[in-house]
């Protein structure tokens, strides 16, 4: 996969593009399913810890308060600047058609980029699957046998449905747990490895800034004549960068 086309399925993945203003309808339905997912938990958390107090909470719902609420706002942070997101990939796309012969000289960074991506994807798959991912699911399986040894003590998240401490309560919270889980994975992911993508993207893109001025630039500099185009083209590539 092309490294600007990585770097734009990280951000599809992850659901911080603009589906509505392209027209695909069925993808705005999910991603307003993803927004909430992920911000009712904070409600929820917080509800738990009225309901259970601050003491309980501490054994179930609050550890998980922090990385919710950070998961969220970072993924609204980033969704509502998705279309200068687009404008910066266009950019980034006009940039790579010109000078293809210098940026070839900097492929391992390119490169890099793409292995840094399957790196996270991969951690992430593995971290969420046995951490947050295998519990609910294991609640759910649990339920459908029949069992009342469940492996974890779910706080009671769903009491705010008048549904007493049951197994259907476990169903439930497993059920919810999973879809948190999934829509959180591919917002994590998303959010790492678009935002460390665009950073290699700049770095690179300083770096071969960097490379014209010592091996190209320098010596129109030096010649009167062609002294004042030079700059000029400095100039446009320092404001395309600062872009």
């Given at each position: 996969m092309d490294p600007l086309d990585e770097?734009?399925?990280s951000l599809k993945v992850g659901g911080f593009w603009d589906y509505y203003s392209e027209?695909?309808?069925?993808?705005?339905?999910?991603?307003?399913?993803?927004?909430?997912?992920?911000?009712?938990?904070?409600f929820l958390n917080i509800y738990s810890a009225y309901i259970d107090g601050f003491k309980e909470s501490m054994n179930s719902t609050l550890p998980f308060f922090?990385?919710?609420?950070?998961?969220?706002?970072?993924?609204i942070a980033l969704f509502i600047r998705n279309n200068k997101i687009k404008i910066l990939l266009k950019s980034f796309k006009d940039m790579m058609e010109h000078q293809k012969e210098i940026r070839s000289?900097?492929?391992?960074?390119?490169?890099?980029?793409?292995?840094y991506s399957k790196i996270i994807r991969t951690s992430l798959i593995l971290?969420?699957?046995?951490?947050?991912?295998?519990?609910?699911?294991?609640?759910?399986?649990?339920?459908?046998?029949?069992?009342?040894?469940?492996?974890?003590?779910?706080?009671?998240?769903t009491s705010f449905l008048f549904i007493p401490k049951s197994k259907l309560q476990h169903c439930i919270c497993g059920l919810y747990g999973s879809l948190w889980d999934g829509c959180a994975a591919f917002s994590h992911f998303g959010f790492l490895v678009s935002n460390f993508g665009i950073l290699i993207y700049f770095c690179v893109e300083l770096k071969i800034f960097n490379y014209q001025i010592e091996n190209y630039y320098g010596e129109l500099l030096l010649n009167p004549k062609k002294r004042e185009n030079a700059l000029r083209e400095i100039i446009t590539r320092q404001q395309s960068l600062m872009k």
């Open positions: 770097l734009t399925f027209g695909i309808y069925h993808r705005v339905i999910l991603q307003i399913f993803q927004h909430f997912m992920l911000h009712i938990s904070i922090a990385p919710v609420l950070t998961l969220s706002f970072g993924h000289n900097f492929n391992n960074y390119y490169k890099f980029a793409i292995k971290i969420w699957s046995f951490f947050f991912t295998l519990p609910p699911v294991l609640e759910l399986v649990y339920y459908l046998i029949g069992s009342d040894n469940f492996p974890v003590d779910l706080p009671t998240i």
